[in-house]
């Protein structure tokens, strides 16, 4: 499985949502200037996240977007799912011998478990310096 763009920048849109958490709207132009991204890339991004809940939009001069929940509330999975679809390493699984099958099914509940476990509360707090257990994932 390979994240694509959409969920690389969808996420990045999120976290930098949670860290202004509370404090109004947030334009699509900061976050894209902030973060050297295109805002028109950004702008289509917001869609699917508008129409999943997961932000809302706030109309007028001072408008922009901001999370509709708080950020310990919704997970890096809701994000990746909204934007990618659903997570499984490898198309086909039920059509696999069992042995592997068994494998592609271990890998994707891996993968399930660290996305639907990682809040935007842990990302927008991490700071790069890992802790001894911070963000170890045993796959």
Do not use: C
Not at 36 to 44: G, R, W
Not at 49 to 72: E, H
């Amino acid at each position: 499985m390979k994240i694509s763009t959409k969920g690389r920048y969808g996420l990045t849109i999120m976290i930098e949502l949670a860290r202004k958490y509370g404090e109004g709207p947030v334009s699509l132009k900061q976050i894209a200037r902030d973060n050297d991204l295109s805002e028109h890339y950004l702008e289509q991004l917001i869609a699917p996240l508008r129409n999943a809940s997961l932000v809302k939009s706030v109309r007028g001069a001072y408008g922009g977007y901001m999370l509709k929940d708080r950020p310990d509330e919704i997970t890096a999975g809701d994000v990746i799912r909204v934007l990618e679809g659903p997570i499984t390493p490898v198309e086909g699984i039920e059509e696999e011998e069992p042995a592997k099958q068994a494998l592609w099914l271990r890998i994707r509940d891996a993968v399930r478990e660290v996305l639907d476990t990682t809040t935007l509360e842990d990302l927008k707090n991490h700071t790069g310096e890992q802790t001894q257990d911070e963000f170890m994932f045993y796959i």
